[in-house]
């Protein structure tokens, strides 16, 4: 919002609780990793033994620590060009709160199950939806950027990144029936693959694009 325009109380109270919502499912991963009950005076071996069997935890922390990251990063930055609030904002916010609320359950339920057919399934398939979610909010956000020549570009960049998430997400969720089992989880690779991907292609647009199309610097 530029500084001549009046403070959008609904969209800022949207991005806040927003935000809070973000910050919340993403401290909630950690729980899901629990601490190792040994008495007191425990062997070495014995405590490097339950810390190896957390090893899926931790493995299912990082990548829901990164795919939460990733999808709060866009949302900033969608709502960064948001130049007022619009009701057709509500629903969709509300719908990809919801699911980036359920990332701490399907996190537990893949590292308790690392591998296996449905949980990654699982994992992968809601991933997938939140992704969609989060493109179309990053759309309608972007409405107005994107028919501003200053903005056009920086709505453009935003709104393929959204979608390299959700490819990304849906090749993840392809792969997790085709790929053998103990690296079913790998397709999580194909994310930063499709987001820069298309995050290249649009700025060689922008590059490519005559002088007086370009929006100014």
Not at 196 to 201: D, M, Q, S
Request: aromatic share 10%.
């Amino acid at each position: 919002m530029s500084k001549d325009q009046s403070t959008d109380h609904p969209l800022e109270r949207l991005v806040f609780f927003s935000d809070a919502v973000f910050a919340i499912a993403i401290t909630l991963l950690v729980i899901e990793i629990e601490v190792p009950d040994l008495p007191k005076g425990a062997p070495v071996e014995e405590f490097l033994h339950e810390l190896g069997g957390l090893i899926p935890s931790f493995v299912g922390f990082l990548m829901s620590f990164a795919v939460i990251a990733a999808f709060w990063v866009t949302h900033h930055q969608a709502f960064a060009l948001a130049s007022r609030f619009s009701l057709r904002m509500l629903p969709w916010n509300l719908f990809l709160l919801g699911m980036i609320a359920l990332m701490p359950w399907v996190t537990g339920f893949l590292s308790s199950n690392l591998n296996q057919l449905v949980p990654t399934a699982v994992y992968f398939g809601a991933f997938t939806v939140t992704a969609l979610l989060n493109a179309r909010l990053a759309f309608i956000a972007t409405e107005i950027a994107a028919a501003d020549p200053d903005q056009a570009a920086a709505a453009r960049l935003i709104r393929m990144r959204c979608i390299g998430l959700a490819a990304g997400a849906a090749t993840a969720l392809a792969a997790s029936f085709l790929l053998p089992e103990n690296i079913r989880f790998m397709g999580l690779l194909a994310v930063p693959f499709w987001t820069r991907l298309l995050a290249r292609g649009a700025r060689s647009a922008r590059a490519s694009a005559p002088a007086e199309e370009r929006p100014a610097e």
